[in-house]
């Protein structure tokens, strides 16, 4: 079956400091992989998305992530972090045969502290 | 450019009692998809639906049930709420699955509480 793992439950870093945060995937098919963002009581924004190509992708917001099939992993990064970062992250998987049928992890909640 | 618009924004039922929420898509997209979000989890796919059909259905019973119109707005139903079925429910939308693969994009959502 398929399933995204986030590790992280809650990370907390300083304004200006770097970020990664971890997704694993378990999926059968070619993988499209996807960063969603929410913020408290929001929908959720896509932040960036790997279909092919290139590992390492770049989004919105200075994020950016890389793919590493051998690892199953597709980790979001950003150099340096705002206050306005603070926010619920989801990372997702779907498939060209699938639709809208994306399975998605159970999120990393990010606190910035100034 | 409108998003993907969702109503009511919040509501209040009793279990039991039944619930249409409504989405309408992105400008240009076609395809509409329709998720819940409980409290502190990611996201779970109900169903999918393209051309007025029912394309795809995840893990959900049948008192979840939808309807595309040709304008490609949705309608999202709920029979017999129960207190489990309070959660954020999120519509998304894209263009069909193509060579370069399906983006999808969330409306704000509609947070449903069973009393």
């Known amino acids: 079956a398929q399933s995204v793992t986030q590790p992280d439950i809650h990370i907390t870093v300083s304004e200006g400091a770097s970020l990664e945060l971890r997704c694993n995937y378990s999926y059968g098919a070619t993988p499209y992989l996807f960063w969603y963002v929410q913020s408290p009581g929001q929908g959720l924004q896509l932040l960036l998305k790997?279909?092919?190509?290139?590992?390492l992708v770049q989004g919105i917001k200075g994020f950016e992530a890389e793919f590493k099939r051998s690892q199953s992993s597709f980790n979001l990064r950003k150099p340096s972090v705002h206050w306005s970062d603070a926010a619920e992250y989801f990372c997702a998987v779907g498939a060209q045969n699938y639709g809208q049928n994306f399975v998605f992890g159970p999120g990393t909640r990010l606190s910035v502290l100034p | 450019d409108a998003g993907v618009t969702q109503s009511p924004t919040h509501l209040i039922k009793t279990r039991g009692q039944q619930v249409t929420l409504r989405c309408s898509p992105k400008s240009g997209h076609d395809t509409v998809s329709w998720y819940q979000q409980a409290l502190g989890q990611g996201p779970q796919f109900i169903f999918q639906?393209?051309?007025?059909?029912?394309?795809q259905r995840g893990n959900f019973p049948d008192r979840f049930s939808g309807h595309q119109f040709p304008n490609y707005s949705s309608e999202l139903n709920v029979n017999a709420l129960l207190l489990g079925d309070s959660a954020l429910y999120l519509c998304a939308s894209s263009l069909p699955a193509d060579s370069s693969g399906n983006t999808i994009y969330f409306g704000e959502g509609s947070w449903l509480t069973v009393v």
């Open positions: 639906y393209y051309e007025e059909e029912e394309r």
């Open positions: 790997y279909f092919s190509g290139d590992t």
